[in-house]
């Protein structure tokens, strides 16, 4: 099983500045990765694939980046919408497909 | 693009059975992998199950292997949860999403229907 971490497990940020999340793999899963943001009480919300690639809608704030086993989730000028919880998932080796533990970005 | 909506969800027993239901909103359901993702209360996101378009293909997160069974009736745009045996660790939101598209991450989300299995 390809174990995701995240990290931090928490990220304190104001407005306006910008955020970077990291996502660990515990083997390689070359640009098979996602983002996801969830918001409390909501179901998630996919924010990018193929590790670099923004899904439908996402705003070109959002940014990913990595292959292998690093992979980062970069939040420029960072909204009041944008304070949620973000998984990222690998979709390489599996089953079982695997999400990370989650960063949950909150307002500085 | 499609919508998803969960049903089924409710408070059973241990040991006991629940079927979660998702239904699509479109025809191009029959095209697409269909997963079950949960979240425990306070927890992260667990894949649970998938099951390809024509029923060829279901794999089981090793925690629920054996006491699921995931199903799709194509003609009623509507995929299956069949969750035997519950324990208090089955807990959770349990959300359906679609992939449309070959590689296996979910883009489309249902929003959820909670199991909470407690005596």
């Known amino acids: 099983e390809v174990v995701m971490t995240q990290s931090p497990a928490t990220l304190s940020v104001s407005p306006g500045e910008r955020a970077t999340l990291s996502c660990r793999a515990s083997?390689?899963?070359?640009?098979?990765l996602a983002w996801y943001q969830q918001k409390p009480g909501q179901a998630p919300r996919l924010l990018i694939y193929?590790?670099?690639t923004r899904a439908t809608g996402i705003p070109d704030r959002f940014s990913g980046d990595g292959s292998g086993t690093d992979f980062t989730l970069t939040i420029s000028s960072l909204q009041s919408q944008d304070f949620a919880v973000y998984y990222c998932?690998?979709?390489?080796?599996?089953?079982?497909?695997?999400f990370g533990q989650g960063t949950r970005l909150e307002i500085k | 693009q499609m919508q998803l909506v969960e049903s089924g969800g409710g408070v059973v027993q241990p040991g006991r059975s629940l079927r979660l239901s998702c239904a699509a909103s479109?025809?191009?359901?029959?095209?697409?992998?269909m997963h079950w993702v949960r979240q425990a209360p306070g927890k992260g996101l667990e894949w649970v199950a998938l099951?390809?378009?024509?029923?060829?293909?279901?794999y089981f997160a090793d925690s629920v292997k054996g006491r699921f069974t995931i199903s799709r009736d194509n003609s009623k745009n509507t995929l299956y949860l069949q969750m035997d045996s519950l324990r208090a660790e089955d807990t959770a939101v349990y959300y359906c999403?679609?992939?449309?598209?070959?590689?296996?991450?979910?883009?489309?989300w249902g929003k959820g229907t909670t199991v909470t299995v407690s005596s």
């Open positions: 999403a679609t992939q449309t598209h070959f590689y296996y991450y979910m883009d489309v």
């Open positions: 479109e025809f191009s359901f029959r095209s697409h992998t």
């Open positions: 099951i390809s378009f024509d029923e060829d293909t279901k």
């Open positions: 083997q390689s899963v070359s640009t098979n």
């Open positions: 193929a590790a670099s």
């Open positions: 998932q690998q979709y390489s080796n599996w089953p079982p497909i695997t």
